[in-house]
């Protein structure tokens, strides 16, 4: 079935310092979307991409989209404790009725 | 609105109990969903439906049952708890198909089976 791998599952960063996570798809996708979690929390949507090669930013967040349509980024800039929590990637199942999600990155921030 | 709505936010069960975790959205979304999550794990979907009246299997289906009635309600049920479903449980639901729109979570429902 599809896999969705996301890496790295950790990281660490000083406050102010720039992150990226890494989504990879071991199938096309149709659109892949991005989801924050922070601690004791729930899953919030952030961002859909559908275009191959589309970039998409929010503020400081700036997501990528394959031109294969197989991996995709989301990069923070310039990090603050607000951004801490566990960033999830996340694309169609084979019959497109469900949801795959990545196994997460989880950000810490010092500040 | 209210969104998506579980309860209960916290249940204890003991081995062999059966329970119902229950989960309604106001939205007037077709697709409902549920995952579960555990550490290291990502979200695991167990059942889904795409209306009322329909449900599917995901990933990790075993030990859970679910139904549609309504729009509005996607109740899960575990039938003889095992400590092995010991988890945090999200309810989701989305105006469409699953793949294609965005998924709106419940507040989840942390679940401990001793």
């Known amino acids: 079935g599809q896999q969705v791998m996301q890496i790295p599952q950790y990281q660490h960063v000083q406050e102010g310092e720039d992150f990226t996570t890494y989504c990879n798809s071991s199938?096309?996708?149709?659109?892949i979307q991005w989801y924050k979690q922070r601690p004791g929390g729930h899953p919030v949507f952030l961002i859909q991409?559908?275009?191959?090669?589309e970039v998409k930013k929010q503020k400081r967040l700036t997501f990528q989209f394959g031109e294969a349509k197989k991996n995709s980024s989301l990069h923070i800039t310039a990090t603050q404790t607000t951004d801490v929590g566990t960033y999830f990637c996340?694309?169609?199942?084979?019959?497109?009725?469900?949801?795959?999600f990545g196994g997460g990155t989880r950000l810490m921030v010092k500040p | 609105n209210a969104g998506v709505t579980q309860t209960p936010k916290f249940q204890v069960l003991k081995t062999g109990q059966s329970m119902t975790l229950q989960c309604a959205q106001d939205?007037?979304?077709?697709?409902m969903s549920w995952y579960r999550q555990d550490p290291g794990m990502g979200l695991r979907l167990i059942h889904y439906?795409?209306?009322?009246?329909?449900?599917d299997q995901g990933e990790v289906p075993n030990g859970y049952n679910v139904s549609r009635s309504t729009t509005e309600d996607f109740p899960l049920r575990l039938l003889s708890a095992a400590p092995s479903q010991t988890s945090v449980y999200f309810c989701?639901?989305?105006?469409?198909?699953?793949?294609?729109?965005?998924?709106?979570f419940g507040n989840g429902t942390r679940l401990t089976v001793t």
């Open positions: 439906s795409v209306g009322a009246g329909i449900t």
């Open positions: 996340a694309g169609p199942g084979n019959a497109g009725n469900m949801l795959t």
């Open positions: 939205m007037n979304h077709e697709y």
């Open positions: 199938t096309t996708l149709s659109n």
């Open positions: 991409l559908v275009k191959s090669g």
């Open positions: 989701a639901s989305s105006y469409n198909s699953g793949g294609n729109s965005p998924l709106h």
